[in-house]
C-alpha cells in the first residue's frame, strides 16, 4: 500500500504536465490506420481485393510454410494444417475451423509465424485456396476471391454454437 501511494505521489506531476512538449509520434494518419485495420469478419466483411489459385498456393507454401507445417500441411514441427487419415482427430483447418474467412485473417495477420504481415493480399488467398484444397474442401482448379471464400461452407461450423452473450454471468 505504501508502495502504491509512493509511485501515484511520483507519477502526478508527470500526470498533470503538458505532454506537447515531447514532441514524440504523430496523429494516426488514414494510411496509418489503414495499415492496422485488416480484421476480416467471418461473414466476409473486410476482405481486400485480390484472388489466389492452389497452383500458386502450393508454390508460396513450399517456399514459406513447409519448413514448420510439413510439406503436405502435416507432420512439421508445428500444428498439422490438412486432415489426413493418419492424423484422424487431430485438429487441423479441415476438422475444426468454422469459417474459410477466418482462415484468411489469422494467416494475413500471423503467418509465416517469424514474419507476420510479409504475405501479399493475393499470396494470402492462394495460400488460403491451397490449403482448403489439401483438405478437400474445394476443387484444384478454384480461383478464391473475397466474394468466393465467403461462400466456403466449412464442416466444422455445425461444431461450434454463436456466442450470444449481452454481459453478466458467461451463459453458453
Ligand atoms: C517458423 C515456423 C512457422 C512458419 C514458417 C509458419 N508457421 Fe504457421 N504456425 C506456426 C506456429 C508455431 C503456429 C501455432 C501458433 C499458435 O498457436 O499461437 C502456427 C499456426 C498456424 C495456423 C493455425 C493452425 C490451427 O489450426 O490453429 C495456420 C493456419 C498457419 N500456421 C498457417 C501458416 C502458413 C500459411 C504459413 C506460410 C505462409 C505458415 N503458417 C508459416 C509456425 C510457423
Redesign the pocket.
Known amino acids: 500500500m505504501r508502495l502504491f501511494t509512493c509511485l501515484l505521489v511520483l507519477a502526478m506531476p508527470i500526470l498533470a504536465e503538458d505532454t506537447s512538449r515531447y514532441d514524440l509520434g504523430h496523429e494516426a494518419t488514414s494510411e496509418d490506420i489503414a495499415n492496422i485495420d485488416i480484421d476480416v469478419m467471418p461473414d466476409g466483411r473486410g476482405l481486400p481485393p485480390g484472388e489466389g489459385t492452389v497452383t500458386n498456393g502450393e508454390a ?2 513450399q517456399q ?2 513447409a ?3 510439413g510439406v503436405s500441411g502435416e507432420g512439421g514441427p ?2 498439422a ?1 490438412v486432415s489426413t487419415p493418419a492424423n484422424a482427430g487431430k ?3 479441415g476438422s ?2 468454422p469459417y474459410a474467412t477466418t ?1 484468411f485473417d ?2 494475413r495477420r500471423s ?4 514474419r507476420p504481415g510479409s ?1 501479399s493480399d493475393n499470396d494470402v488467398y492462394a ?1 488460403t485456396s491451397y ?1 482448403l484444397y489439401r483438405n478437400q474442401l474445394i476443387a484444384r482448379d478454384v480461383t478464391l476471391d473475397a466474394d468466393s471464400l465467403h461462400r466456403i461452407e466449412m464442416p466444422a461450423r455445425a461444431l461450434f454454437v454463436p456466442d450470444d452473450r449481452k454481459g453478466g454471468m458467461p451463459i453458453k
Open positions: 508460396v507454401y514459406q510454410c519448413a514448420c507445417h508445428n500444428d494444417l485438429k487441423t483447418i475444426h475451423w482462415v489469422y494467416i503467418m509465416p509465424y517469424d504475405l495460400l490449403l
